[in-house]
């Protein structure tokens, strides 16, 4: 029987599946997130016709089935959720699917969702090229104990938090680099950061 709060999907064989409220939370950078929340923000977006979010790696990933073709859909998903909902809860990558696998009880089928090379899906990496770049993508190797962090890598979704700020904070204070913590949660990247440094300078 259809309860209030269940959802209905169109099958593949055309039936009717009624997939029940289920506890979807999982955990992302230290924050209890409930993936149907995420499914129900990017749903209620026009071009969404249908979505399923999974966690692989710990990293959030959307499967989305749009109805119109929409150019640059991941920034278009992401920036639309940035209004609302807080970093962790962006997913990192989106995938367009032409439908969403479901099982016979009319449930996502995850084993039956299309698999993510994770690290061919990450932006190319990019090398500093002026000495401030070099300095911060340094201090973010060191702060993550991470090697081959590139200009376009994101704080945030390299597990960044405020422990992480202070840390990576302190160590441009010893390459004389002055850098708050809104600056670093702000800017993400090690080229926004630099970016938004160099300007600083320039002004005083």
Do not use: W
């Not at 073709?69 to 962006?90: F, N």
């Not at 090379?117 to 991470?146: C, G, H, K, W």
């Amino acid at each position: 029987m259809y309860k209030s709060g269940d959802m209905a999907r169109i099958l593949p064989d055309g039936s009717l599946g009624i997939v029940g409220r289920r506890d979807s939370q999982v955990k992302i950078r230290g924050n209890r997130v409930e993936l149907s929340e995420i499914e129900a923000a990017i749903r209620e977006m026009d071009e969404i016709d249908d979505v399923t979010v999974q966690i692989i790696d710990n990293e959030l990933i959307a499967y989305v089935v749009t109805t119109d073709k929409i150019s640059e859909l991941k920034k278009h998903i992401q920036d639309s959720l940035a209004v609302s909902k807080p970093d962790y809860m962006i997913p990192s990558f989106i995938m367009e699917l032409d439908f969403i696998p479901l099982n016979v009880n009319g449930k996502v089928d995850k084993r039956a969702l299309p698999q993510f090379d994770l690290e061919s899906m990450r932006d190319d990496y990019a090398e500093p090229s002026t000495e401030t770049e070099r300095i911060i993508v340094e201090v973010f190797e060191s702060a993550f104990n991470q090697k081959g962090i590139g200009l376009n890598d994101d704080f945030i979704r390299l597990g960044g938090d405020s422990i992480k700020a202070i840390r990576v904070i302190s160590l441009l204070e010893k390459n004389n680099i002055s850098c708050t913590a809104r600056d670093i949660l702000n800017y993400k990247t090690p080229y926004m950061i630099a970016q938004n440094i160099e300007k600083t300078v320039k002004k005083s």
